[in-house]
């Protein structure tokens, strides 16, 4: 049974009347059901999503006047995994504290931050910054294959691909090169003494990304617990 907030939706294609494309939407009801009222006469693609499934496409689809048009679909559940590692100097193999670790479900060439995604697999952008161990962690991604960048003040930022599998932690370290220019950044080799945060640019930056990562890990837990899965759900 479909939950109530999956999103059913029509993406017309050329009607039978010579128009241009459209997208008609619906939502689930409590019991699965959508359903999707004056509908142009034409062919149409439906498609099915929802958080915490993978999105499923119909083949095309033909709507007929005067007929009801019957499309099911039946959602996969999304898998989740975790992913950590360590950021350091590839010269010293110093750790690097404060680095921005960025994890991006469909490679940093496709949507920006906040928009929406064509294929949705789940996932988008996740943004995690190194503690004074140089350490990161990505907690309840979901599974499949991330593109995951680290960044450093005064080091060249260095790009993995990274499978992530259903409940398996994966480990992704990086090395990072120093630029010729620029400035240098905080390494510490395991120190307890934590890094003060100044008014500069590059403070400003760090606390940002901290906000940035706080923010999502709470909408994430929000979700969980509104749709009944994750570490957070409601018994």
């Keep these: 049974m479909l939950r109530p907030a999956q999103v059913p939706e029509l993406k017309g294609t050329r009607g039978a009347d010579g128009g241009g494309g459209m997208w008609l939407h619906a939502v689930t009801g409590a019991d699965g059901r959508y359903l999707i009222e004056n509908v142009p006469v034409g062919d149409y693609t439906a498609r099915a999503m929802s958080f915490g499934y993978l999105p499923s496409e119909s083949g095309p689809v033909t709507v007929v006047e005067g007929v009801l048009t019957q499309v099911d679909f039946a959602l996969a559940p999304l898998t989740f ?3 950590q590692g360590t950021v350091s100097d590839a ?6 504290e404060g680095a921005i670790v960025v994890a991006c479900r469909f490679g940093f060439d496709g949507p920006a931050p906040g928009e929406p995604v064509e294929k949705g ?4 952008w996740n943004v995690a910054v190194t503690d004074e161990d140089g350490f990161y962690h990505f907690d309840q991604i979901p599974a499949g294959t991330w593109t995951v960048r680290a960044f450093a003040w005064g080091f060249d930022p260095a790009m993995a691909e990274v499978v992530i599998v259903a409940d398996e932690t994966t480990e992704q370290d990086f090395a990072l090169d120093r630029a010729e220019s620029g400035r240098r950044a905080t390494t510490r080799h395991h120190s307890t003494k934590r890094r003060p945060q100044g008014p500069d640019s590059r403070g400003r930056l760090f606390m940002w990304a901290r906000r940035a990562s706080r923010s999502l890990r709470i909408r994430r837990s929000q979700r969980w617990e509104r749709w009944g899965i994750g570490p957070h759900a409601r018994s």
């Design 91 to 96: 010269g010293t193999g110093a750790v690097i």
């Design 121 to 124: 697999m789940g996932g988008g």
């Design 81 to 83: 995994g975790s992913l």
